[in-house]
């Protein structure tokens, strides 16, 4: 596999496995860093694979072709986290930098192993199990009460591979769903369990740390979710007590730490109401709810609203390179997710994203040169204000930019 041309000075070159909209918005800071990018992409017209020059083809599961690329590259890190174990161990067995490193990365590949070892960590988490049969399943709802939510462990994201199990009567249904996704057999492979969190909002706490171990934090954020897929980010999280804000900021820190994560890491959060006392201390407090290694949606909003945005960051964070300032840029910044429309006429993008920025020249298109598909994410906007009363007024704008792209508003 014929590797990157490299740039004059000594400069590194950054490797990517995946060639997704993550990997595509990491090439922008790479530029102004003066680092380059390849990645392993899954086609010629990946989202990356359009903006990035080196974008050799190939599967990420498949053991050679990722050997083959790591070999041009200085260091590795990841666009998604579906690489399988085999090919991570081959990887180190060659000596390959990566980042995270697959022991890090189980956490955030296996639910199961992440539930684990946070509950050992002390930290807050939902009441769960892990069951194998329908009994447990069954077991595990009279104990903690009905409904309960169960994940595969493996391979779930923007509400896939999650169920909720309304009652022990519609325990039958999880076998179905789970041969129905692909899995061996009737709970063979084991889910995960959790309680249904009554929670009262969702955050989302965005770290980084180096291989040195220099970390920095982003401000909480909330996250707004419809239909288990993210359409909003508020940033930071509006009135989100200090005290509150500084322990997950705090946790968040803490698990990249025991758990050697090198890159971003985004911790959601369920912020849960919580007596005095409780972790919250404040009558308010949380539970962790996912992992994800590698830039995060809930980070989107940094690409403009803050002095050192998320993939700037991630690259910074795998090459060792001193970590920049994270602090907001202003008061306020929206992200909302552009999604896919479903009516004929939705897949041409453009003449709504001129329409877009002529009408609302403050607010920033990001496109991810993906197809359209009904509900599918294939861009966002950001909204930044200075005005300390102006959160209304961003999410206004900010919505309404994503509509019209979506093809849901036409003014």
């Not at 041309?5 to 990491?26: K, T, Y």
């Not at 709802?141 to 896939?160: I, L, M, Q």
């Not at 005095?276 to 949606?297: C, F, K, T």
């Not at 990001?366 to 359209?372: D, T």
Request: glycine share 12%; net charge negative.
């Amino acid at each position: 596999m014929a590797g990157p041309q490299r740039a004059p000075g000594g400069f590194p070159v950054v490797g990517v496995i995946g060639g997704g909209q993550l990997a595509r918005m990491m090439q922008g800071p790479a530029v102004e860093l003066g680092v380059q990018l390849s990645v392993l992409a899954e086609a010629p017209d990946a989202a990356a694979a359009l903006v990035i020059p080196s974008a050799p083809v190939g599967d990420h599961r498949d053991v050679e072709a990722v050997r083959a690329f790591a070999r041009t590259c200085d260091v590795v890190t990841f666009d998604h986290e579906h690489v399988p174990p085999d090919v991570l161990d081959a990887l180190v067995a060659d000596g390959v930098a990566l980042h995270p490193s697959p022991q890090a990365l189980r956490f955030a590949q296996d639910k199961l192993a992440m539930r684990e070892r946070l509950t050992t960590l002390g930290l807050p988490c939902p009441r769960w199990a892990a069951a194998h049969d329908a009994d447990a399943v069954r077991a595990f709802g009279d104990e903690v009460g009905w409904p309960v939510v169960a994940k595969t462990p493996r391979g779930g994201y923007d509400g896939k591979g999650v169920r909720v199990v309304d009652g022990p009567d519609r325990v039958d249904e999880l076998s179905d769903w789970l041969q129905e996704a692909g899995r061996p057999g009737p709970l063979e492979g084991g889910v995960l369990l959790e309680e249904k969190v009554a929670f009262t909002r969702e955050l989302a706490v965005l770290v980084a740390r180096s291989p040195s171990g220099q970390a920095a934090a982003w401000p909480v954020v909330e996250t707004v979710q419809v239909d288990g897929i993210c359409t909003e980010v508020l940033a930071p999280a509006p009135g989100l007590d200090g005290d509150l804000a500084a322990r997950a900021t705090e946790t968040g820190l803490r698990i990249a730490g025991e758990l050697g994560v090198t890159g971003v890491l985004a911790v959601e959060l369920f912020e849960v109401p919580g007596a005095p006392g409780e972790q919250g201390g404040d009558g308010a407090s949380y539970v962790v709810n996912e992992l994800a290694m590698r830039p995060h949606n809930s980070g989107h909003w940094s690409m403009d609203g803050a002095v050192t945005g998320q993939f700037e960051q991630h690259v910074r964070a795998v090459l060792d390179l001193p970590l920049g300032d994270p602090s907001a840029r202003s008061a306020w910044t929206v992200m909302a997710n552009v999604l896919g429309g479903d009516q004929p006429g939705d897949e041409e993008l453009y003449p709504a994203y001129r329409h877009v920025m002529a009408r609302d020249p403050g607010v920033k298109v990001h496109l991810y040169g993906k197809g359209v598909r009904p509900g599918r994410k294939i861009g966002h906007v950001n909204v930044s204000t200075a005005d300390a009363d102006g959160l209304a007024a961003a999410r206004e704008r900010a919505t309404h930019a994503a509509h019209y792209l979506r093809g849901t508003v036409r003014e």
